[in-house]
């Protein structure tokens, strides 16, 4: 059985060698049949460079680290590899306003 991922849900993402495989924030809607299959993910990482598009998170299971609005990706959704957890709603709110920063869109 396929799961849809949701956004606000937390995936293990298959972000191809040079990304490795690393959580991510699901930040786009779920496709209709008409659509094609892809998510738009905000990658997390622990490597953090204290930017103004960094959202701090903190949660069970996860070292501290960030979601970093400017690695924003597309990818099919087939390379998301199982969900992780769910965001609450201020991280995604927070990951929401960096990204319309990031892209201009504020």
């Not at 849809?4 to 993402?13: D, F, K, N, S, V």
């Amino acid at each position: 059985m396929k799961l849809t991922p949701m956004r606000g849900e937390i995936w293990l993402a298959d972000l191809g060698m040079v990304g490795k495989t690393r959580p991510a924030l699901v930040v786009s809607v779920v496709s209709e049949d008409c659509d094609r299959d892809m998510v738009c993910i905000v990658p997390r990482t622990t490597a953090i460079q204290g930017t103004r598009f960094e959202v701090p998170h903190q949660g069970r299971g996860f070292d501290d680290g960030a979601f970093d609005a400017q690695g924003v990706w597309s990818v099919p959704d087939v390379r998301l590899l199982r969900r992780l957890s769910v965001a609450d709603g201020m991280t995604l709110a927070r990951v929401e306003d960096a990204l319309r920063a990031w892209l201009g869109l504020a």
